[in-house]
């Protein structure tokens, strides 16, 4: 596995496992396969309800601890304060473990500077190793570097080859914010794993549009975590450390960034009335 070093010295593995829409029921087999074939880093979310499934997982993989990376992420309706700190403590105890690696606040709605100051009291306290945030766009994320004491050390947005984010990539570098990929493979959209380019490029090496996909992500600097509920697409997932994608096919890939998102946009106020309706 490759790390990359985050702007507190916290490494932090450049692939990593993600178990959205992935059933309580199924996650713990889900975690443990993904952990035998060598993966480190899971990354779950108090509104994936899958958080308790992760730390079962975690307890009995038999992989010491310090080994793993876990990642979770404040939900909006735990937004302000008091209620994020509450339920810090419920993520802590459904993950079975004296410590969470990385939290995120998943969405830039509710008082996510109150969500903030809890994390960071977390993190000062010491069982929060790095805090950072999700699915906020430039404007947000400048917004908070400028008034936070903790930088944020990571910021998880949809990324994929058909949304590549590079201006937000940008103001990431500039603030020392590590870019962290949601939906590598767009959840399969845009017939994703059959594209031309991909898999055209894919067969010099060997490889599939998948492994293609994620390879062109983790050279442009960016973490991935991609999703699968098959061991097989686990173990294919994760072997893209074995080849270098070369300038020209990073130009060509380059040229399939549509530079919009295939899910919603967090500007629209109608998505923004559904996502903070959920949870409450
Ligand atoms: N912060 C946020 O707001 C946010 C939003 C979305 C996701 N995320 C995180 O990002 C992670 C990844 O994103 P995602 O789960 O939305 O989607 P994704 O990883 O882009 O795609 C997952 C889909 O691809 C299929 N798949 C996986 N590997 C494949 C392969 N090698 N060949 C063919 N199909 C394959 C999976 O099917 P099977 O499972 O059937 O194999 C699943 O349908 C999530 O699990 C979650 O941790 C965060």
């Not at 010099?204 to 062109?216: D, E, G």
Request: glycine letters at 6%; aromatic letters at 12%; charged letters at 25%.
């Amino acid at each position: 596995m490759e790390y990359v070093t985050l702007n507190n010295g916290i490494k932090m593995p450049v692939l990593g496992y993600g178990v959205y829409q992935v059933s309580n029921e199924e996650c713990e087999r889900c975690v443990l396969d993904a952990i035998s074939v060598g993966y480190r880093s899971i990354d779950t979310a108090q509104a994936y309800g899958n958080e308790e499934a992760v730390g079962n997982a975690i307890k009995k993989c038999g992989v010491p601890r310090e080994e793993l990376f876990i990642t979770t992420k404040v939900w909006i309706s735990n937004g302000g304060y008091e209620k994020a700190k509450t339920s810090l403590r419920e993520s802590l105890c459904k993950l079975q473990s004296e410590y969470i690696d990385l939290v995120l606040i998943h969405q830039p709605f509710n008082d996510y500077y109150g969500t903030y100051r809890a994390m960071e009291e977390a993190y000062k306290e010491g069982w929060i190793r790095a805090i950072g945030v999700s699915n906020f766009y430039p404007d947000r994320l400048v917004d908070l570097c400028n008034f936070v004491e903790v930088k944020p050390a990571v910021n998880q947005v949809e990324t994929h080859v058909f949304q590549q984010q590079a201006q937000a990539h940008e103001y990431m570098v500039k603030y020392g914010v590590q870019h962290e990929s949601w939906g590598p493979f767009a959840e399969g959209r845009n017939d994703f794993f059959t594209n031309p380019v991909l898999t055209k490029i894919g067969e010099k090496y060997n490889k599939s549009a998948a492994q293609t996909a994620l390879r062109f992500l983790i050279q442009s600097g960016v973490v991935v975590i991609p999703k699968s509920t098959h061991k097989e697409r686990m173990i294919q997932n994760i072997d893209v450390f074995d080849f270098v994608l070369s300038g020209e096919d990073m130009e060509a890939i380059q040229a399939l960034d549509e530079k919009e998102s295939l899910f919603f946009s967090h500007y629209d106020p109608a998505m923004v009335e559904m996502l903070t309706g959920l949870h409450q």
